[in-house]
């Protein structure tokens, strides 16, 4: 598309004035624009995920050496070799291949989102469906979809850096030009791809889209989920090269020595590099890969989405959860319960989503028109609001529900925005204000957007041609002391100190009872054209008004499992304090001794100060997001690893300071989401919880495979070695030594990453972040176990030798019990603290499953004649199948008898 073209289409959105494009209109620019993007990353392609699989050194060098043994005549052996590799390249494929497919989908379930308006409804879409034309909302926070025209802007400021390199905010207004004018670069009303809301609210018309916008000059410059490694896999990475180069110099003793003893070169030498590949455990990093992209499939059935792997690891390390109150804590719907105007406090009867009910003083009900400051109130609360209600829709509905909403009363309504705002403006309705009342009254001609550092929020509107007045709710704290004057029900009259402590000693009271509360006022402005920074200034006070936002009911076994878990959980809110603590002691935050402090006293402590009573504070209120800042800070250096939840576009800093930022999925802005490492779908503090027990159950399961496969692998190079060690023949063949390999080292691994939780999961202390992946005595499991594995090989090698002085024969027990032992040390591996009596086995069904195909694979190269030939293998016999089923047995007997296995 050309530019030219785009910006005659935008012309003809901008004429759709309030309405937008219609959805059809819509999909046709979509088709002909294309998508909202830039330029796509490079995905990894499949064939590249497939030529990986053999460019591993060692792997190279046994193709080879298979390439040699095919001239010198053994055919079947490396045929069998060859597709041993083949067998293994291709599990590893699918592995990879469906680990890049799952990270991919998960980044484009974070792809951003943008607010548009189509066929006259305000609705959210993936940004990438975006088109020229499109009329578009901002708020502050947002990250703007694609380059647009502002058509409305109140306040806007917008942070273009990511273009300019200009770090202060931008204002933006309708004019062209600034008031140096001239620079096209500088239209002040146009608003660009990337950049950030700061302050205010728009609409625009989008102008261009994907390539075409600004950004798209600057490709590189796309956001997403990032391809981090997490510190455990670093750590793995390391570690994999010592383990590499030990296992390289065992396996060139192994050979060396066995060429010395005699053997034929060509055998040793394939022995040596098949051993090399068995014993390199060069599968653990993917498999690593794996168990995190399972874990983040499962986080994200549970509603958290990971953005940055190393969350998944942090955590399990987690030892506080500082949430948010509205909407995390609380279910965000609101219903104003009291109103306090003209010093009487009225109670509101009714639901949060009809305007059913009414007022009453008591239990008596009243009629708002005889309490004129109360009707105010809601009058204020009611314009001095940007949430859209809308009669719900009757979908849902019975008959009677839709015969009952012919009577508007009984209607049911829906909120989209603000839920206070949405509470207020329901009340207001059931006052006889709706919104099509207050719009015939009053026309906005401007607005001072809510913004929780200032905590309030201004509309200027004008009443019949001449009147113009400013109407202001917020914190009622904040709203008093902009106030000189108080709405009576006897008239207006001054507001002194007496009556401003007895409004606030009913704000208490009213916060007391968990209410939020907020308070309204107004003044009359004598022209249209009045100062912004005067308008919330010498108010009228008029009242309170109070609304229930009843604590989430699954917050309650979330906090309870925290406490189980050693986590300790944290409220950090912009509501009064009085409100705070009353809801947090209905959900156990908050218990008798603990503290509360507010921002005020914030303001007054430095770090030092806070770092002495922060790990007794269950509660932060009226704190603004410059303190979360501080609070994270103080308890990261107070050892702790902090999760912080954030939804403002002010909360970023404070997000991305913590271990894990948690930002809000509904309620969330862009900036907030880009900076967080977890995003909750649903708010919910429980699902914060929820990814904590998945946090540890995955980094659990890692371990629980780690020991698998090194006590494994010690044990296939110690046979190998100990047996050079003794003199004895080799006890397994190279085309052995792989097979096993393939047997054991692919499925039952990889079913251990699926385990289920153990049951004291979330009973245990979190992990500290230092601590070593072979910490509470793993090295010395893995190690004992190795070799208890490597003996029981060896022993039945050297015992079948000694009663059958068959090699033969004595090979193929060695082979079946070095699969056999390792096939039951992988239920062992289940659990630390359990022996193998204890441990469920049917809970994890693909890991029974992988074994019995494993032992089926084992079973079949021993039995089926065709390839006892090509794997130097004879059936067993009665005796030797006892010796097998002994040894292989007596490690797990004796560690259940004797508890060894971790106790
Ligand atoms: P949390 O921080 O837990 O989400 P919160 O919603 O109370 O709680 P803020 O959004 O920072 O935090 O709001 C701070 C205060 O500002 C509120 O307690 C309320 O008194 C006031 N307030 C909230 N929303 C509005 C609004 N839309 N208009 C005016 N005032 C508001």
Redesign the pocket.
Known sequence: MRVSEAKAENTTGSKKGHTGLSQKEASRKHEKYGPNTIVQKKKVSPIKILLDQFSDFMVIILLACTVISTFMGEITESVTIIAIIAVNAVLGFVQEYKTERTMEALKSLAAPAARVIRDGILCSIPAEQLVPGDLTVLEAGDRVPADAILIEANNLQVDESLLTGESHPVEKSLQEYGKEGGSTDKKLNKVFMGTIVINGRARAVVHSTGMLTEMGRIADMIQGIEDEQTPLQKRLDHLGRYIVYGCLIICFIVSVAGILRGEALFTMLLAGISLAVAAVPEGLPAIVTIALALGVQRMLKRNALIRKLPAVETLGCASVICS???????ENKMTVRKIYAGESILNVTGDGHSFEGGFAIGNKEVRLQKLYPAKLALEIGGI???AKISPASDQDKGALGKIKSVLTKHQRWEGSG?P??TAIAIAAGKAGLSPEVLDRLYTRIDELP?D?ER???TVVCTRGVREVFAFT????D?IIEKCNKIHTANGIIELNRVIKKSIMKINDNMAGEAL????VAYRQLDSKSCEKRQLEQDLIFVGLIGMIDPPRREAVEAVRKCRMAGIKPV??????KV??TAIAKEIDIYSEGDRVITGDELDRMDDEMLARVADDTAVYA????KHKLMIVRVLKKLGHIVAMTG??VNDAPAVKEADIGVAMGVTGTDVTKEASSIILMDDNFATIVAAIEEGRVIYNNIRKFIRYMLACNIGEVLTMFLGMLMGLPLPLLPIQILWVNLVTDGLPAIALGLDPPERDIMMRPPRGSKENIFAHGLLSLILFRGILIGLSTLAVFTSVMHFKADVDTARTAAFLTLVITQLIHVFECKSEKKTIFEIPVFNNIPLVISVVISLAMILGVIYIPALQGIFNTVPLEAGEWLMVAGFSLLAPIASGFFSINGK
């Not at 409220?571 to 009064?576: A, L």
């Not at 009226?622 to 997001?625: K, L, Q």
């Open positions: 948010d109150k509205t909407g995390t804590l609380t001095c609001n940007n603000d206070t705002e809510f929780s905590k309030c929020m709710k917020g914190a009622p904040v939020r509360v907020l308070g409220m950090i809110t912009g509501d009064h409100t705070a009226r704190v603004s997001p939804d403002g």
